[in-house]
């Protein structure tokens, strides 16, 4: 699913994991940093805290991984009325 990189909050040390920078302009290669993600469309995931698997992820850019990483916070969302398949509603 396609994300668009909402704002770089901070840049950070990848081995003290203390802040270095505030909103910076931008992160280089080897660079650690704390951004904020919005998907384009609805997405399951989760804190790597509370559900490690869901808490992964991996971005990726013309067929180059650019960036990976664990997830800290999610902001949710109520689940849309989305398309409701057949085995769905025979369930119901």
Known sequence: ????????VTKIDRRS???????????KNGDAGIIKMVPT????????????PLGRFAVRDMRQTVAVGVIKA???????TGKITKSALKKK
């Open 41 to 52: 469309k609805p997405m399951v995931v989760e804190t790597f805290s509370e559900y490690p």
């Open 74 to 80: 999610v902001e949710k969302k109520e689940a849309g």
């Open 1 to 8: 699913i396609a994300v668009k990189f909402a704002e770089l």
């Open 17 to 27: 994991g203390k802040e270095i920078e505030k909103e910076p302009k931008f992160l």
